[in-house]
């Protein structure tokens, strides 16, 4: 764990309403960490509808395989997450692991064992003892409250240096209904499931199938459009639950994603998701500069996530960035790596709102000293046009620093 | 340029010896350094055959563009190299210069402009005023003599902390030939032609056609191997020259790359591409340990490519054993988003000899403390055994210091 916050943090935090259904505990349960929390438990009213997406490593985490298993069922009553330890290439003895854990929650809530989904971050490879939880599961299902959000985010901390919430507040047919989420990730953090770990609460009454509709849509242009370094974990789990307690005043039940009184809602819960999204960014490992890359006139917006993902994801520009140097000769390097479709001579460039390039060379009303000044500032907008077409993207990243090479190498030395 | 060489240089530098038909010179043109030689002009004698393979980079630069048109021809009797820019996304004005370039050379030699070849290697999107070379390569073509190689690697280095050269004699037909080769390159670099700029002359009698077929197949295991940070020069130059001067001494004249009397020729042709290659790996910015990757077992051999490379990119993997530590973890994440088959439960991993992991959890007879005392060695040979089938690569890269975040990102704090 890093000792001192990101500058990049938020500056302040939301107060994180209560939501009808959802109960929250967190214990210090020695799994890794000493004097922390590392076990959170959630539970859920009956009839709480559940959504996930995961990783796409061909390697993933046993807490992974299982709740993709549990997933089918669509009903929920527990999560349990843990950290310091991603029960990860462990092999038989994790997936025994797993069947444990699930066993102590089942017995602890009084639910079944495939209504219990589990998500663990921390070391790859490590056995993860499952008995550490048994009294500690029951002690939490006895104390959890309708409640602390925060709290629950920072027990599912690992190299994070603050913790990440976000919350909205909007209207379901004419019933308020509140989203709340929160996230962790600082390091392997690339796309396909870009955040180690996120969890969304609701009470908005949205039965499973359509729930898993409206997450895989909108993490796409959310979780999946941050990197860090383009390391994919093992262990990415993004969950929703919708406990449907606004129904009983008034929120209409919902069975599918394109129910155009979902619109309001939509809206909010992608919000919820970019908002953390963002969040994990600026808690990338050593990040000093929050990086926005916008690729527009691409062929397509496939094209243009590729290219800007290349750009998000070269070491040279995000060091370029961390040492305040508008390099884009290295942006253009980025873009000519990517494979897409791209044009030299009509590639503009701008860092900041300020044109370093234009048609393919540089641009003659470029001002050294005025771009200098504006690299100085904590978030970089990069603007690349490619002048093809009307294929559009942003993704976010940010600065490849020697405290990032710090965290991640010198542990041992 | 860095000030210290690289510890992981070659302990000796070969004696590099004549090649009938080749001449060098190089001289302090003032590019963008200061007392130091910038440009090289190699001078080939008539009737010599030249191939080459660059960047697949969608924004080349202009010398790579020239290059690419003039190979058509397969004939060669300059070559034109300098150091500090690139003459890369200079737009018309790029074209204008290797025009320009070209022509002066062409005069200075004698020779059709057509017959001329450039590279060009630094700076990206600054003009580069052709007319310093006026007067600089007539002087050159003059004082060009059969020799020094070495000298000519200097000259067309950047933020090389060594100069980089290969050579290898062989028989052909009965004939003794020489095979001699040069590279440099440092950052920016990646597969689809990994080393920024490297030359291989001989003086064996091998029609353009075959040299090309001999150079298309010699990068893939060599060049297109190596990756320093994953990203791709706009600039990437191989090019090879055959004078056919052995001819006179009874080398047979070699029309088809498919020639049985070429056996031994491509196996010392590679071998020259494979030790510059791994130079380059040596030389890689910030390097500290020189990595060795190998999977084995994988469906096929591009697959086992992807893999490796999945693993030699990761900025996790190349901190940890910057950091000495055998972190398999890690490993195991770059293994999984790959995207190639990969069963989890299948996988081992060693470094350095000593298993970690096996059959998807914790090698039980795994020594941390001798682990530990192996990672301490300056190169690092990870192994990775999938369990699935026969594809079986190997790829180079070096570790992720903070001196490499250093060179690329500190120059302007």
Tied chains: 1, 2.
Excluded at 169 to 183: D, H
Excluded at 239 to 259: M, N, Q, V
Excluded at 288 to 306: D, H, M, N, Q
Excluded at 335 to 350: C, M, N, T
Aim: glycine share 8%; proline share 4%; with cysteine.
């Amino acid at each position: 764990m890093s000792s001192s916050v990101s500058p990049l943090a938020p500056k302040t935090v939301p107060d994180m309403p209560v939501i009808a259904g959802i109960r929250l505990a967190t214990a210090e349960a020695g799994i890794r960490y000493k004097n922390r929390t590392d076990v959170l438990l959630a539970v859920m009213d009956k009839g709480t509808a559940v959504a996930g997406v995961f990783t796409r490593s061909k390697c993933p985490s046993a807490p992974v395989e299982w709740c993709r298993a549990k997933l089918k069922g669509g009903k929920a009553r527990a999560l349990v997450v843990n950290s310091g330890n991603a029960n990860a290439f462990t092999g038989k003895t994790g997936r025994a692991s797993t069947a444990l854990t699930a066993k102590i929650a089942a017995k602890a809530v009084g639910c079944s064992e495939s209504e219990v989904f589990l998500a663990s971050t921390g070391v790859i490879g490590e056995p993860l003892d499952a008995t550490k939880f048994d009294g500690v599961l029951g002690r939490l299902a006895e104390a959890a409250e309708p409640g602390d959000y925060l709290a629950a985010a920072k027990a599912i901390m690992t190299t994070d240096t603050f913790p990440k919430v976000a919350t909205a507040t909007v209207k379901l047919g004419k019933a308020k209904v509140t989203i709340n989420g929160m996230a962790k990730g600082a390091g392997m953090i690339a796309p396909d499931m870009a955040t180690m770990l996120s969890f969304i609460f609701t009470d908005a009454p949205i039965a499973p199938a359509a729930l898993q509709a409206l997450l895989k849509s909108g993490v796409e242009d959310t979780f999946n459009a941050v990197t860090i370094d383009g390391d994919t974990s093992t262990s990415d789990t993004l969950l929703a639950f919708a406990t449907g307690a606004a129904a009983e005043h008034g929120a209409p039940k919902i069975s599918r994603a394109s129910d155009p009184r979902l619109k309001a809602f939509v809206k909010a819960f992608n919000q919820v998701l970019a908002n953390l999204a963002e969040q994990v960014a600026r808690d990338g490992e050593g990040a000093r500069k929050l990086i926005e890359i916008t690729v527009e006139g691409a062929k397509t917006k496939a094209s243009a996530r590729k290219i800007a993902m290349s750009i998000a994801n070269s070491p040279l520009v995000k060091t370029a960035i961390a040492g305040e140097d508008a390099n884009w000769g290295r942006v253009v390097m980025a873009v000519g790596k990517a494979g897409e479709p791209a044009d030299r001579d009509k590639l503009s460039i701008s860092f900041n709102g300020i044109r370093v390039a234009k048609r393919g060379a540089r641009d003659p009303d470029y001002d050294e000293a005025q771009v200098s000044e504006a690299m100085k500032a904590p978030e970089i907008a990069i603007l690349v046009s490619l002048g093809l077409g009307k294929g559009r993207d942003r993704v976010m990243t940010c600065d490849l620093t020697k405290e990032y090479v710090a965290i991640n190498g010198d542990y041992r030395s």
